[in-house]
């Protein structure tokens, strides 16, 4: 296996780091990391590093965290390289001069099974949509964002249970194993990319905002649990709970329907429950942080508030 290879990866959150390693661990060459530049980050707003970056410096790669991906000084650093493959996981949209540099192309790894939510975040939509299943794609990057030609694809049950955070988990280490794969693959002259069915490219995935974070209690109680599971831990649904902002984690659906409420209203005995009319029922909080507090369960706020 021509092991000799020269790989340039880019890549920068937690996500794309188990990728990095298995490719290190499989005694790839990686001649340099590609990550953002260190910004502030806490209170103290001290420099902080990109997950990524941390462990380029772990084993000793050279790093490069360019402001600019078009500069023509980071564009002639990166050419010194001479990389045959680009790898990128989890980072930002790159010119092409930078990806048609290796010969071998650049390929993107996808948490999604493309066509279906192409975007910014396909993990979240998957579930705010109620999908039971979803994936992880390979795929030489182009010209159009996610529209490249596939060269793997492996899929990943979404269960009921699921929130964004343990998908995100399971697809950022079955997307390690199919990083790994996909560089075997062309390594050896094994791969046979295949065009994008666009006719299929069924749902998006944006990027979130706050305002598509804002529950709306008109909807039904499905989609509005499918919200709060889609986007927990981060950046996690909201809502008003006494005249303040809330973050809700987790909830649960409950059969009672609340007679003489309106979407939106809420009852509670001040002890184990808070109801919210839902637009088709009612959708009981579990897990939620008030603004300024820590995150908590719904009994230990109510030890704390009456509602």
Same mark, same amino acid.
């Given at each position: 296996?021509?092991?000799?290879?020269?790989?340039?990866?880019?890549?920068?959150?937690?996500?794309a780091? &188990?990728?990095?390693? !298995?490719?290190?661990?499989?005694?790839? @060459?990686?001649? $340099?990391?590609?990550t953002?530049?260190?910004? &502030?980050?806490?209170?103290?707003?001290?420099?902080?590093?990109?997950?990524?970056?941390?462990?380029?410096?772990?084993?000793?790669?050279? /790093?490069?965290?360019?402001?600019?991906?078009?500069?023509?000084?980071?564009?002639?650093? !990166?050419?010194?390289?001479?990389?045959? =493959?680009?790898?990128?996981?989890?980072?930002?949209?790159?010119?092409?001069?930078?990806?048609?540099?290796?010969p071998?192309?650049?390929?993107?790894?996808?948490?999604?099974? !493309?066509?279906?939510?192409?975007?910014?975040?396909?993990?979240?939509?998957?579930?705010?949509?109620?999908?039971?299943?979803?994936?992880? %794609?390979t795929?030489?990057?182009?010209?159009?964002?996610?529209? #490249?030609?596939?060269?793997?694809?492996?899929?990943?049950?979404?269960?009921?249970?699921?929130?964004?955070? *343990?998908?995100?988990?399971?697809?950022?280490?079955? #997307?390690? @194993?199919?990083? $790994?794969?996909?560089?075997?693959?062309?390594?050896?002259?094994?791969? *046979?990319?295949? &065009?994008?069915?666009?006719?299929?490219?069924?749902?998006? $995935? &944006?990027?979130?905002?706050?305002?598509?974070?804002?529950?709306?209690?008109?909807?039904? *109680?499905? $989609?509005?649990?499918?919200? /709060?599971?889609?986007?927990?831990?981060?950046?996690?649904?909201?809502?008003?709970?006494?005249?303040?902002f809330?973050?809700?984690?987790?909830?649960?659906?409950?059969?009672?329907?609340?007679?003489? =409420?309106?979407?939106?209203?809420?009852?509670?005995?001040?002890k184990?429950?808070?109801?919210?009319k839902?637009?088709? #029922?009612?959708?009981?909080? *579990?897990?939620l942080?008030?603004? #300024?507090?820590?995150?908590?369960?719904?009994?230990?706020f109510?030890?704390?508030? %009456?509602?």
């Amino acid at each position: 296996m021509p092991k000799d290879l020269r790989i340039i990866y880019m890549g920068t959150p937690e996500f794309a780091v &188990p990728a990095l390693e !298995l490719l290190i661990e499989e005694g790839w @060459k990686v001649v $340099a990391v590609i990550t953002a530049p260190d910004k &502030p980050q806490g209170r103290g707003k001290k420099l902080g590093t990109s997950p990524v970056k941390d462990c380029a410096q772990k084993h000793g790669i050279p /790093i490069l965290q360019p402001s600019n991906l078009k500069s023509p000084d980071f564009q002639e650093t !990166l050419k010194g390289f001479q990389a045959d =493959l680009q790898v990128v996981v989890a980072f930002r949209m790159l010119p092409e001069s930078v990806w048609s540099m290796p010969p071998m192309g650049t390929f993107n790894l996808h948490a999604s099974l !493309l066509p279906n939510y192409r975007g910014a975040a396909p993990i979240n939509w998957a579930i705010i949509n109620g999908e039971k299943e979803t994936g992880v %794609t390979t795929f030489f990057l182009q010209h159009e964002i996610d529209t #490249g030609n596939i060269i793997h694809q492996e899929r990943e049950p979404i269960y009921e249970e699921d929130t964004a955070g *343990t998908l995100y988990d399971r697809l950022m280490h079955r #997307g390690a @194993k199919l990083v $790994a794969k996909t560089v075997r693959d062309i390594a050896n002259g094994n791969v *046979t990319p295949l &065009p994008q069915d666009n006719t299929t490219a069924m749902n998006h $995935a &944006p990027k979130i905002f706050k305002e598509t974070c804002q529950i709306d209690w008109k909807k039904s *109680t499905l $989609a509005i649990h499918n919200l /709060i599971r889609g986007l927990s831990p981060y950046p996690a649904a909201w809502t008003m709970v006494n005249n303040k902002f809330c973050k809700i984690f987790a909830s649960k659906p409950v059969n009672n329907h609340q007679e003489g =409420l309106e979407p939106g209203q809420y009852i509670s005995d001040n002890k184990s429950y808070l109801h919210f009319k839902t637009g088709n #029922g009612t959708l009981a909080i *579990t897990s939620l942080q008030p603004e #300024g507090k820590r995150r908590m369960s719904i009994e230990e706020f109510l030890r704390g508030n %009456t509602v």
